[in-house]
């Protein structure tokens, strides 16, 4: 089983900074099956970046995502009051046809 | 647009069923994903379905009790959970997918109490 590990627990910081975000893989994951998602109190979760590095539609330029084999990485380049949100990775294994997701890192107001 | 059933009371030991209607679309291209996350916690994958092959997966914890169908006549997945303990206590939500796109219902409140 794939763990992934998500850090920091909590990223605190204003807007217009820069947010970079780690997703770790206890084993290596292939770049198209990491992705990244967003999500609001009380909404549903939103795809914002598929296989690594691309953007979902809709989704604005300023979150970018790279990485590969274990290290993955979510970079938003500068914060806008709406990005403050729980951000979640999540792999795709292809032996068990299975997701699973990390424990998320909160990014909130400094 | 993904509209999902409303919140239901469950007691331990029974199932709950839960529906995801898509509109404006026949399934034919999406996957559609169910996801769970129980109060104040993380996001946890339980399963998926193509609908256009009829084939679901699901996560290991949940396989013997779990159940993921597709109509798609009326674009419509269920996701039937049995066997219920107070550890299922959560929002399910479902999605609708295809690469580069998803589409979330509003998820649906299951509370396991006795």
């Known amino acids: 089983e794939i763990v992934l590990t998500q850090s920091p627990g909590t990223l605190s910081l204003s807007p217009g900074e820069r947010a970079t975000l780690s997703c770790r893989a206890s084993q290596s994951v292939s770049s198209s099956y990491l992705a990244w998602y967003q999500q609001k109190p009380g909404q549903a979760p939103r795809l914002l970046i598929y296989?690594?590095?691309n953007r979902a539609t809709g989704i604005p330029d300023r979150f970018s995502g790279s990485g590969s084999g274990t290290d993955f990485t979510l970079t938003i380049s500068r914060l806008e009051p709406e990005d403050f949100a729980v951000y979640y990775c999540q792999q795709y294994v292809p032996s068990t046809e299975g997701f699973s997701f990390g424990p998320g890192t909160k990014v909130d107001f400094k | 647009q993904v509209v999902q059933s409303g919140a239901e009371i469950k007691t331990p030991g029974s199932s709950v069923k839960v529906s995801c209607r898509s509109s404006g679309n026949t399934l034919a291209t999406y996957t559609i994903s169910w996801v769970r996350q129980a109060p104040g916690q993380g996001l946890e994958w339980v399963g998926r379905i193509v609908p256009i092959f009829g084939v679901a997966h699901y996560a290991q914890k949940f396989r013997d009790r779990v159940t993921i169908t597709a109509d798609k006549v009326t674009t419509t997945s269920y996701m039937e959970l049995t066997s219920l303990t107070f550890e299922d206590t959560a929002i399910y939500y479902c999605?609708?997918?295809?690469?580069?796109?998803?589409?979330w219902g509003q998820g649906t409140l299951v509370i396991v109490s006795s």
């Open positions: 296989g690594t590095s």
């Open positions: 999605a609708t997918e295809e690469t580069g796109s998803s589409t």
